[in-house]
C-alpha cells in the first residue's frame, strides 16, 4: 500500500523557537494532505488540509500564522509551528490518500511527537 | 451535519472471545466508512472500509465490519481476540458528496486480557 512518510518522528525544542515537520507521500502523488494533533488518549483534530500549489485551508480556531503550512511539490507538505509553546506540545500526525468509489483510502504518517520546554 | 459516535470509551475482552467495538454515523450523502487502529506512540494503520457492494467487509489482521445502512452503523468485529489487538480504534466516515475530510470517532481503547 501506499506509505507517507513524517520527519522528524520526535522533537524537543525550546520555547519560542520554531519547528518544520516534514510529510512525504513516498509511492504516490498527493494533491492533499491534511494536518491533524492528536492530544493523549484523544480522537485526531483536524488542523488544516494542505493542497498543492495552494494555500491551505485551515479549520475554525486553527492560527493559520502560527501553524504555517507549505504544499510546493506532489509529495512534499511542511507544518511550520512557529514560536512555539509549552501547550504546542502534542502528536502530529498527517495523511493523504487516493480518492473515489474504489479506492478511497487515506495514509498516515507515524507522526511526530513535539516536545516544548 | 456529519457526525460519528463510538459510544465505548473502552472495551474489555477475554482472549479468544468474539470483539465488537461499535460506531455509528450520520452524514448527508452515501458514506464512506473507515476501521484504523493506533498502537502506542504510533501512527494510524488502515484496517477496512466499506464504499459500495458488500455490506459485510473484511480487513486486516482477521477484522471485519458490516455496513448496516437502516441503522447507520458499522461496528468492528472479529470472531477470535489477541492479546496484540489491544489498541486504540478509531471509526471514520466521508461523505461521498463532500471533500475528502474524514469525520473521526472519539476512538475506542479495546483491553485484550490474557
Known amino acids: 500500500g501506499a506509505v507517507v512518510s513524517q520527519h522528524p518522528s520526535w522533537v524537543i525544542c525550546k520555547s519560542g523557537t520554531s519547528v518544520k515537520i516534514e510529510c512525504r507521500s513516498l509511492?504516490?502523488?498527493?494533491?492533499?494532505m491534511f494536518w491533524y494533533r492528536q492530544f493523549p488518549k484523544q480522537s485526531l483534530m483536524l488542523m488544516a488540509t494542505?493542497?498543492?500549489?495552494?494555500?491551505?485551508?485551515?479549520e475554525q480556531g486553527v492560527e493559520k500564522d502560527k501553524f504555517l503550512i507549505n504544499h510546493a511539490s506532489l509529495t512534499l507538505s511542511t507544518l511550520t509551528v512557529t514560536s512555539a509553546h509549552p501547550e504546542d506540545s502534542s502528536f502530529y500526525i498527517c495523511?493523504?490518500?487516493?480518492?473515489?468509489?474504489?479506492?478511497?483510502?487515506?495514509?498516515f504518517g507515524p507522526g511526530t511527537r513535539l516536545t516544548v520546554l | 451535519a456529519q457526525s460519528v459516535a463510538q459510544p465505548e470509551d473502552q472495551v474489555n475482552v477475554a482472549e479468544g472471545n468474539p470483539l465488537t467495538v461499535k460506531c455509528t454515523y450520520s452524514?448527508?450523502?452515501?458514506?464512506?466508512l473507515f476501521w484504523y487502529v493506533q498502537y502506542p506512540n504510533r501512527g494510524l494503520q488502515f484496517l477496512l472500509k466499506?464504499?459500495?457492494?458488500d455490506n459485510l467487509v473484511k480487513g486486516s489482521y482477521g477484522f471485519e465490519a458490516e455496513f448496516n445502512k437502516s441503522q447507520t452503523s458499522f461496528h468492528l468485529k472479529k470472531p477470535s481476540a489477541l492479546v496484540s489487538d489491544s489498541a486504540l480504534y478509531f471509526c471514520?466516515?466521508?461523505?461521498?458528496?463532500?471533500?475528502?475530510?474524514?469525520?473521526w470517532g472519539a476512538g475506542t481503547k479495546l483491553i485484550i486480557k490474557p
Open positions: 471514520a466516515v466521508r461523505d461521498s458528496d463532500s471533500n475528502y475530510q474524514l469525520i
Open positions: 495523511s493523504s490518500g487516493t480518492y473515489g468509489e474504489r479506492t478511497d483510502t487515506q495514509y
Open positions: 452524514v448527508s450523502g452515501n458514506p464512506y
Open positions: 509511492d504516490f502523488q498527493a494533491t492533499t
Open positions: 494542505s493542497n498543492e500549489g495552494s494555500k491551505a485551508t485551515y
Open positions: 466499506y464504499i459500495t457492494g
